[in-house]
């Protein structure tokens, strides 16, 4: 017996040491995988730090990269991983309209997306994530880590995104056609400062007022109209507080009044019950043939007929009182409506002091030939415009002032175009396991002729082109496309633009929601809408709550 239990231990042994030795083989085998696998990976290569601030951001669907270019050409690039097959990242033209630095979805399943940079409301975004080495994503655009939290940072709301599919890098463009900056205090002397970012500059400017801290001309212009600005604001403000006590009034009137309706309603049916109680008793008077009978009937009579009286009383009662309650509410609506015109004109006289310190955003479309104009995220105004050979393609062209020139007596502007290309050159459906181009390959430079051309069809009615002058900042943008705008350009949006022929699954795939009116207090997590904005935030399951707002006036 002790032989045969030292042999079934030796067996025992040998199949424990054979299954460990699978199983190591087993594990360096995935270990193996994995080390391919990282190898394989995109890792992230920054070739520069830019040298100022981001004037816009390109996103190459095909080399799955994203470029990030400030106004002197250099870059910082990274990997990334767009949405896959049905869930791809809509080509485009897009903005920065929200910044989380630790968000999670609130699609699927509550995924972490750290360093967030909000492109629609629908939820496609920048982020941190995983990059495979090709389009894997729901629809965002999946950045490194590293990249993503050095990035975080060095963006403002109104970022410009461009989405494409083939890479392209700015390059500098003039036209005749591109707004020029009303003129500065030829008293102080525009010097260009060198770019020093200071921690705290996001926290201090307004996130669309433009940076014009390098020319003192431009500085003391912006600090000139700030002073209006906030002038009207006050008058705005008090004009807004005058109203309240007419208000009021009006809503006590309204409520008086509405009150005598009620009673009024009441007194008709009461009154109409009665007529036809005194119907009756006329019929039944004059149906009595007896003296018994018709004693009888006009005692019935008398009595209706006072209870009638009674009712008709309260009745007249009820129907002068509507009719002085109305002329009181008219009077309290008349004098609430004076002082509400009032408020309104202030208002929109602050309004337009409020614009003239943000940049302009201007969107020209071939396929509705006109223009629209939106500041601070807001849409301002619409205009018809003319664009020559209206049924041929025109491109899409992104084009920012990126700062000026000629001692800030003009704007130097750059343009990023996006290649259209056919229903059929845009099939993604081979497109999965492509691997990521080299970082070290510097985009091609975009057509800035081609550009150009674009520009020479287009023609914009001087009194339309006068009225934009007023809001040329550094930070303006210009962009003429063949498609209308997207239903994504909704509230609290800069425009968004989506070019027809390539693939949307992205914005298919996601429910819209509402913008949220943002807050000031946080840089990374809100959306401004001046200084008196409500103070609405979003939780992490974008959850929306309420923190009060002193300054909250209208």
Request: proline share 6%; charged share 25%; net charge neutral.
């Amino acid at each position: 017996m002790s032989s045969v239990s030292a042999l079934v231990r030796v067996r025992n042994s040998a199949i424990s040491t054979f299954v460990l030795a699978a199983a190591l083989g087993i594990a360096d085998g995935a270990d193996a995988r994995n080390r391919v696998r990282d190898a394989e990976e995109p890792q992230q290569v920054t070739q520069q730090q830019l040298s100022g601030r981001p004037v816009v951001a390109v996103v190459s669907i095909k080399n799955q990269r994203i470029s990030v270019y400030d106004a002197n050409g250099d870059a910082m690039r990274a990997p990334i991983s767009s949405g896959q097959t049905s869930y791809e990242t809509p080509v485009g033209v897009f903005s920065i309209l929200q910044k989380n630095e630790e968000h999670y979805s609130n699609i699927y399943d509550d995924a972490s997306m750290p360093f967030m940079q909000r492109l629609t409301w629908s939820g496609i975004a920048l982020h941190a994530g995983a990059l495979p080495g090709y389009p894997a994503s729901h629809g965002c655009v999946r950045m490194p880590y590293e990249f993503a939290q050095s990035l975080f940072p060095l963006t403002r709301l109104g970022l410009r995104v461009v989405v494409s599919y083939d890479d392209a890098a700015p390059a500098d463009i003039s036209h005749p056609l591109l707004p020029k900056p009303v003129p500065a205090d030829e008293k102080a002397v525009a010097v260009p400062a060198t770019y020093e970012r200071d921690a705290n500059d996001q926290e201090d400017l307004n996130v669309f007022e433009p940076d014009v801290s390098k020319w003192p001309a431009r500085a003391a212009q912006m600090q000139a109209l700030k002073v209006v600005a906030s002038e009207k604001s006050l008058l705005a403000q008090t004009a807004t507080s005058l109203t309240e006590e007419p208000k009021n009034v009006m809503d006590e009137k309204k409520a008086v009044h509405a009150k005598a309706l009620k009673q009024l309603k009441r007194a008709e049916t009461s009154k109409k019950a009665s007529d036809a109680k005194v119907a009756r008793a006329d019929k039944t008077l004059l149906d009595a043939k007896s003296d018994k009978a018709k004693a009888r009937a006009q005692d019935q009579k008398a009595k209706v007929d006072a209870a009638a009286k009674v009712v008709n009383d309260k009745f007249d009662a009820a129907k002068a009182a509507v009719e002085a309650t109305e002329k009181d509410l008219a009077a309290a609506t008349a004098e609430w409506t004076k002082v509400d015109d009032v408020k309104k004109a202030a208002v929109a006289v602050m309004q337009a002091a409020k614009w003239k310190i943000y940049p302009v955003s201007i969107f020209i479309s071939r396929k509705t030939q006109r223009l629209y104009v939106r500041q601070a995220n807001e849409p301002v105004f619409d205009a018809p415009i003319t664009i020559a050979n209206p049924d041929e393609p025109i491109g899409t062209h992104v084009i920012t002032a990126v700062d000026y020139t000629e001692q800030a007596k003009d704007l130097r502007w750059q343009v990023v175009s996006i290649a259209r290309r056919s229903a059929e050159e845009a099939d993604t459906s081979s497109f999965k396991k492509r691997r990521v181009a080299n970082l070290n390959f510097s985009a091609p430079a975009t057509d800035a002729d081609q550009a150009s051309a674009a520009l020479d069809r287009i023609t914009i009615p001087p009194e339309v082109a006068s009225r934009i002058s007023g809001y040329v900042w550094p930070g303006s943008s210009v962009i003429v496309s063949d498609e209308p705008l997207s239903v994504e350009t909704g509230k609290a949006t800069d425009f968004v633009v989506v070019i027809s022929t390539e693939p949307q699954g992205a914005l298919k795939k996601r429910p819209r929601k509402t913008a949220p009116a943002y807050v000031r207090d946080d840089p990374y997590d809100y959306y401004d809408d001046g200084r008196y904005g409500r103070y609405d935030r979003y939780d992490r399951y974008d959850r929306r709550y309420r923190k009060p707002n002193f300054f909250n006036w209208w």
